[in-house]
């Protein structure tokens, strides 16, 4: 399968990370968005219907955090919800921006928060790349066609640092992620992939094991992408 014209189009106007790919990479990116998108359902809350610009640009922050990986379209998570805007959770009783929901398979993403994330690339708040950075770690997880994708090494190098890095957050120390790292393991990973993204150079400089472990997770060096 090809991508339309048009959906095309979305990529190279939106999209900073497809552009810095070379061509080739282009292609194969193209491919992976189009795949991960006829594989979703994509529900509005709210508003009346989801556009091809959501499809596109939700599709592509998946398959960005994947794209060093063989083909994963996060089988498990078949349906992706759309709010207009943050969104009350009767669960929680709190006003959320994206969610993660394992029990019934559902990504939950607020399309407002989820532009604000990629139209600042530096700054290290991304709740496209947050979420799916929890899908993809409860996706290794699911026994189904992608189960146990990551490196194993990888992984078990993430939890020793977790360990050692989760105590330094919560203790408000000075630390070069946000405070909200520090919550849980969960967390600690889906803030790390913000960072890891959106300021590569000066994590690799900062906290270079972790960053070298996430480029062993996910197969691939952003830092490398920005120096092209």
Known sequence: ???????????????????????????HFRKRVQSFMYSKTFLPRVFKSVTDEMK??????AVQLTFGLSPIYLAYFDRILIYPDSYYSRITRM????????????????????VDGYA???DSFNVGIHEMAHAIHF?????????????????YDLQKI????????????????????GTNEHEFFAVSLEYFFESPAL????????????????????????QN
């Open 120 to 122: 600042d690339m530096r």
């Open 1 to 27: 399968m090809t991508l339309a014209p048009q959906h095309e189009f979305i990529l190279s106007k939106y999209s900073a990370y497809y552009n810095l790919l070379s061509e080739s990479d282009k292609m």
């Open 162 to 181: 977790t360990a050692r890095e989760l105590p330094k957050l919560r203790a408000g120390e000075p630390h070069f992620l946000r405070s909200y790292a």
């Open 95 to 114: 006003y959320h921006v994206g969610e993660v929901n394992p029990r019934m398979g559902i990504i939950v993403l607020s399309w407002k928060a989820f």
């Open 203 to 226: 994590f690799r400089q900062v906290l270079p094991d972790l960053y070298d472990t996430l480029v062993r997770l996910l197969n691939q060096d952003p830092s490398l992408l920005y």
């Open 139 to 155: 996706e290794n997880r699911i026994k189904n066609e992608e189960y146990d994708f990551l490196d194993r090494r990888a992984l």
């Open 56 to 61: 596109v640009l939700i599709s592509a922050s």
